[in-house]
């Protein structure tokens, strides 16, 4: 599903260099759970934006869903995370000016599709995510795991074939963090493919295997967490 | 895209502040700039006023005397006649006269008339003495009718002279009981104005002293303003004025050369005097000074207000985009293009502009009814109003866009970026 | 107050910190200052009182004379201008502290310098109160006596004319020949440019003072030929000179000058009087409606002020107001913008009053800037302005930014300031310290 070879990602300032990912290899394999850890500075947000074609890199190859994403145009970046690229913010990143309808609307807005398409997808996720009693809600209104309920709804309206998920927990208290966290386990048994960026161990323990990062390398391989299971990809939306 | 206001216009909601800001000044803008534009219109027109002669060639002189032998009549009247033949004589000259008649020096002499025979209604017009060359020297001809002679001028300011020299036994009303009958050519509008049919050749006018003035002749145009809204009404009686002042017609393209050599030719023939010029255009620039005047200062504020305005839109969208960086992460992130989000900001303006130019136009309409009611403004013409719209519609857009072009090369990274 | 200086040291730095949105805001708030102040000043040159010490006292007075058929053409119904043989009549009141018939006559002037050339100058023909009536300032000598006001040559000259004619000395004693007669200089005023020839309101009233004055008798002796407005109507019953003073041509100003109600009630039915008499003998046919109006109300009447100034300055108004909702937009748009670090300061203990004060000094700094900047523009415009009016009437100095202008343009500009900032200032207040620590 996601496969990185040598991937190097350098910030150039007048004075100094800074490898931010330094020869990066990374096979995630479709349905699996990974966790990337590292400490702050590690180069996991770095990672995160290479991965979900945020932003670009300066040299190794990249193959998402058998696509080579190495060298694309910003359009083309734009419509393949549109559509195969569902995205969960440590800040969920809801806009705070549109109500839980809108913001699950959004990445459906910008796939053209038919209005009654979208709404129904729309009521779908958010059915899903247990928030219909709060779709005309803004996000000011929702409490934080509430909210983040609402970023995932939006990943589900979108049926990605990859959930990029950065710090899901980081700002939510624990019991929250844990409805989070079972939420996205279910999404992942009904198949779709997580790599969730973190650094509590608590939360990688719930995934497959874990990554770690220092200094933009992966070091000590893969920690695996229970066993592979293999579930068909794709559907993700009607399996749950 | 029509599907793409739902959602913009739905976040506009939850911003009333910000957005009200950029539609009640666009409203505001339309509201003035229209108004002002319709001012100028309104003063325009009135600069564009003819006094239906050739102005342009025109020469206005006036003589003063200081040498004591000019305070005996006949010999003034002497200089006189030696004045204007040697105008005549000048090359460059088409024609000149004596006259009072100055065209464009806001004002002159008026009476109040009536048609001979009846006490009401009144009219007040214009009064102006001619000879001969009174028309040709304004470059016009009599249209219907006569035009006068020399003769008939000189032998008239006789004959009034002689009966005026002395008191007139007069009736019981003030009116002359040996009533003076002159000949008198007089401008078309008074024609409409005074007789019903429109037909005023043949027709007697008479005033207050119960003296006569029988129509010979029409002309076509004449506007010269005046107190009292009686710039159109004229009529000219045949006479040789006192007072040594002169109307010059000069051949085309030569009215400079002229102002070069006339004092010299008048002071040949006397140099006892002072000489004064001015060309008819430089009058007609003084008097229109005022609507001169306010046709620029309102131009320039039309120009300000628009610029402030355009000013405005940029700073605020600025502001705007500079707020919402991390949701156009976001969006980008989720996968807009950047042409997404390039229409986004121009849409979101394009309809805060639109409700402001609806609620503009019924503000330039109750502006206008404001300024009709409380002066001489004339109402709001819809053309202007659209023409408004269409400056307001390009003021919005163009403002925009240099700041959602900003936003539009925002990184999706942001999205990941955490505070 | 504490707070005050670390609050402009702020507001300092956050318009420095953005210079190109500063600027515009900046621009944007001077250009409506500059606007409004600029015709602020053009319409106060037409409304300043004159003679504040005395306008109250000082009336216009004007008799209606006119034809019975029809009421005079003007807006009030009543000629602006008193007829010659009312005049006399009407002079003759004791009732008056002062008074004056006048009229403006062109006279020649041969400068005893027989350099210099014989020139043509407007000369005022009024009575010997006019000079203290209209607080004119004598340089040297003063005005001419009682005896003199039935037409002996006497002159009062103007600063200029005396500079002119005898490089400004003290003239008084010489002789200057107007015309076709010597007069003797009896008194030279010191320099006297009230805004308005507000003393003779009937027509070119923008311009400077006469630089001549002499007596009223002289109209007689040397038929004086009028160089104003004359209407008149009815048939004109006498012959020459003498007709043309019988009739019913009204072309004279009058003024009176009456220290209290009483005076002024006194004067007026003193004139109902001699109206009533004049019906007696047929004139005056037209229903009583003799004004006596103070100077302030008669400019007022003879609409002082052009309309269109009185529009643009309507219309800077409305610009004024445009630039004050512009600027609400502006800070409202940077004061929101910049929400993350307000709510910073906020959990750091500012309180919300803290916080309100910061950004009303941002603002005030803001719209201080833009008053200065727009000041100074007014001031450019004001001198195009000027020169402009100086083509078309040879004043050159109507329009300036006197102190109550300057105060003007500071009161707007505090004014447009604090009403623009109140809101966006209010709305940064609101801010809570922790929602946008948290979403970011």
């Known amino acids: 599903m996601l496969k990185m070879t040598g991937i190097r990602k350098v910030y150039r300032t007048d004075l100094v260099e800074t490898h931010a990912l330094d020869d990066v290899t990374l096979d995630v394999k479709a349905g699996e759970f990974v966790a990337v850890m590292g400490r702050s500075g590690s180069g996991k947000t770095t990672f995160l934006n290479v991965a979900g074609l945020l932003d670009t890199f300066d040299g190794g190859t990249y193959t998402l869903d058998g696509m080579d994403v190495s060298r694309l145009s910003d359009a083309t970046m734009s419509r393949t995370r549109n559509e195969k690229i569902g995205f969960i913010f440590q800040s969920f990143n809801l806009i705070p000016d549109l109500d839980v309808f809108d913001n699950v609307d959004l990445p459906l807005r910008y796939r053209r599709m038919t209005a009654k398409e979208r709404k129904e997808r729309i009521l779908s996720a958010v059915e899903k995510v247990g928030l219909s009693s709060r779709l005309h809600h803004l996000p000011s209104q929702l409490s934080g795991g509430q909210q983040q309920r609402v970023a995932i709804a939006r990943v589900l309206a979108g049926d990605p074939r990859l959930i990029l998920a950065d710090e899901p927990t980081g700002n939510l208290d624990t019991l929250m963090a844990r409805e989070v966290m079972e939420l996205l386990l279910k999404i992942n048994e009904q198949g779709a493919t997580i790599v969730m960026v973190t650094h509590t161990p608590e939360c990688a323990a719930r995934a497959q295997r874990a990554i770690h990062l220092l200094d933009g390398r992966v070091v000590d391989g893969d920690s695996h967490f229970g066993h592979l299971r293999s579930v068909p990809t794709g559907a993700l939306a009607a399996a749950i | 895209m029509a599907s793409d206001f739902g959602p913009i216009l739905r976040a506009l909601s939850r911003n009333k502040a910000r957005a009200s800001i950029i539609v009640l000044e666009v409203a505001l803008t339309l509201a003035i700039v229209v108004n002002c534009v319709s001012l100028i219109k309104d003063a325009r027109l009135e600069l564009a006023k003819q006094s239906g002669f050739l102005d342009e060639d025109l020469i206005s002189v006036r003589v003063r005397a200081f040498d004591p032998a000019f305070n005996e009549q006949p010999f003034t009247d002497s200089v006189i006649a030696k004045d204007v033949e040697a105008l005549r004589a000048l090359p460059g000259v088409a024609a000149a006269t004596q006259t009072r008649f100055r065209p464009w020096q806001g004002g002159g002499s008026s009476n109040e008339v009536w048609i001979a025979g009846t006490k009401s209604p009144t009219f007040r017009i214009q009064t102006y003495a001619a000879d001969g060359q009174t ?133 040949t023939v006397n140099p006892g005097r002072v000489v004064k010029m001015d060309t008819i255009q430089d009058l007609k620039l003084k008097n229109q000074g005022e609507q001169l005047f306010v046709v620029k200062m309102l131009g320039g504020v039309i120009f300000l207000l628009v610029f402030v305005t355009a000013l405005g839109i940029v700073g605020i969208t600025s502001f705007s985009v500079a707020e919402r960086t991390r949701h156009i992460g976001t969006r980008r992130a989720l996968g807009a293009q950047k042409t997404d989000i390039l229409r986004y900001f121009l849409t979101e303006n394009w309809l805060l502009t639109s409700f402001g130019i609806v609620i503009g136009s019924g503000l330039a309409f109750f502006l206008n009814a404001a300024l009709v009611s409380s002066s001489t403004a004339s109402r709001l013409a819809p053309v202007l109003l659209l023409v408004g719209m269409g400056i307001m519609w390009v003021t919005g857009i163009l403002s925009a866009l240099a700041p959602a072009l900003r936003g539009m090369r925002i990184e999706p990274a942001i999205a990941t970026r955490n505070v | 107050m504490a707070l005050l200086g670390y609050d402009l040291f702020l507001a300092r730095k956050s318009l420095r910190r953005n210079p190109g949105l500063t600027l515009l805001v900046v621009v944007g708030i001077a250009l409506g200052i500059a606007v409004s102040t600029t015709f602020a000043a053009v319409r106060h040159a037409f409304q300043t009182d004159p003679i504040p010490e005395k306008s109250s006292m000082l009336h216009s007075v004007r008799l209606d ?376």
């Open chain 2, 135 to 267: 028309f040709k020297s304004l470059g016009i001809t009599v249209a219907e009718g006569r035009d006068f002679t020399d003769d008939e001028a000189v032998s008239e300011r006789d004959r009034v002279r002689a009966v005026t020299s002395q008191n007139r036994p007069r009736s019981a009303d003030g009116r002359a009981t040996t009533p003076i009958v002159q000949e008198i050519v007089v401008s078309r509008a008074f024609a409409k104005l005074a007789f019903a049919d429109g037909v005023a050749l043949g027709k007697s006018l008479e005033d207050s002293d119960g003296d006569q003035y029988a129509i010979v002749g029409v002309i076509d145009r004449f506007y010269n303003p005046y107190a009292w809204n009686i710039g159109e009404y004229v009529m000219f009686y045949a006479t040789r004025s006192t007072g040594m002042q002169y109307l010059v017609r000069a051949e085309k393209g030569q009215r400079e050369t002229l102002l070069k050599s006339l004092d010299k030719a008048l002071l």
């Open chain 3, 65 to 440: 004379s006119w034809d019975p058929a029809a009421p005079h053409p003007d807006r009030v119904g009543v000629p602006p201008q008193v007829t010659y043989r009312d005049m006399v009549e009407i002079m003759k009141s004791k009732i008056p502290v002062r008074q004056s018939g006048m009229f403006k006559t062109n006279l020649y002037v041969f400068p005893a310098d027989k350099a210099q050339n014989p020139f043509e100058e407007m000369a005022r023909v009024c009575y010997r109160d006019f000079f203290a009536m209209f607080g004119a300032p004598f340089a040297y000598g003063g005005t001419w006596d009682e005896k003199a006001d039935g037409g002996e040559p006497v002159v009062v000259l103007s600063e200029p004319m005396n500079q002119k004619l005898f490089g400004g000395v003290n003239s008084v004693g010489k002789t200057v020949r107007l015309r076709d007669r010597d007069f003797k200089v009896v008194g030279v005023l010191a320099k006297w440019m009230p805004n308005l020839r507000f003393y003779d309101l009937t027509q070119n009233y923008i311009g400077e003072p006469e630089n001549l004055y002499i007596p009223f008798g002289l109209l007689r002796p040397m038929e004086l030929q009028l160089a104003g407005n004359n209407d008149g109507w009815g048939p004109n019953t006498g012959t020459g000179f003498e007709g043309y003073l019988a009739s019913e041509s009204t072309w004279i100003q009058m003024w009176v000058e009456l220290p209290n109600a009483q005076a002024v009630a006194a004067y007026k039915s003193f004139l109902d009087a001699y109206a009533t008499e004049q019906k007696k003998i047929g004139r005056f046919q037209r229903p009583l409606n003799n004004k006596v109006t103070p100077l302030l109300e008669y400019m007022a009447d003879r609409e002082v002020t052009p309309r269109a100034v009185k529009s643009l300055f309507a219309v800077s108004l409305l610009f004024l107001a445009v630039c004050a909702v512009n600027l609400i937009g502006l800070l409202l748009g940077k004061f929101l913008a910049r929400s993350g670090e307000t709510s910073v300061r906020r959990a750091l203990g500012a309180s919300r009053k803290d916080v309100f004060l910061q950004h009303l000094v941002e603002c005030q700094l803001v719209s201080a800037v833009g008053g200065v900047v727009g000041v100074l523009l007014a001031l450019g415009a004001l001198s195009g302005i000027n020169a402009w009016l100086k083509s078309q009437t040879g004043r050159g100095d109507l329009f300036a930014l006197d102190l109550p202008m300057l105060l003007v343009a500071l009161a707007l500009t505090a004014g447009a300031g604090l009403v623009s900032g109140l809101y966006p200032a209010w709305r940064a207040c609101q801010l809570a310290p922790a929602v946008h620590l948290r979403i970011g």
